[in-house]
């Protein structure tokens, strides 16, 4: 028999620290893969999570300035007895892309409404009670519809409010 001579050995240790040191690698590396992707899922969901916390801010500061000069076209058509306007202006308004349906209501009662079916209704039929207590710009969110209440205040009065709804869209 031939006797191995030490390098022959070496070789084989070589070989086997080779192939171990490879396969630990090889976990090592999709360990780290799987961390990697699990964090980037993670940071993508927090991103997505901010940007529709952001577009939903964006969305509630956009309703509160269209709000503002709306009310004062409202009370000044009202007041003149042009009523007409009023919702040729609701109309035109509804025509864009995430407003659903806009309301006056004067007193209990729905003036004008986008939805024919409203006027004329006790607007507690359609909308909540509490939309004819705000004193002031409001902004509502439910289930990803905003509800804008804005008062229509005359000099010393309130005539009536104006409850516009948005549908987010993304």
Known sequence: MKKFKWYVYFIFILLVCLIVSNVYWIFAINSAKETYDRNCQKNIENVKKDLGEKFANDSKDFLTDIS???????????????????????NQIVKNKGFKEISFVSGN??????????????????????????????????????????????????????????????
Do not use: H, W
């Open 68 to 90: 503002i000069p709306l009310t004062f076209f409202v009370r000044d058509s009202i007041q003149s007895n042009r009523a007409y306007q009023v919702e040729e202006c609701f």
């Open 109 to 170: 009662t729905i003036q004008i409404s986008t939805n024919k079916k409203y006027e004329g209704s006790d607007f507690s039929r359609f909308y909540p009670e509490q939309f004819s207590s705000f004193q002031k710009i409001t902004v509502l969110n439910e289930k990803g519809i905003f509800f804008v209440v804005s008062p229509v205040m005359n000099i010393n009065e309130k005539v009536g409010f104006i409850i516009l709804s948005y549908g987010l869209t993304q």
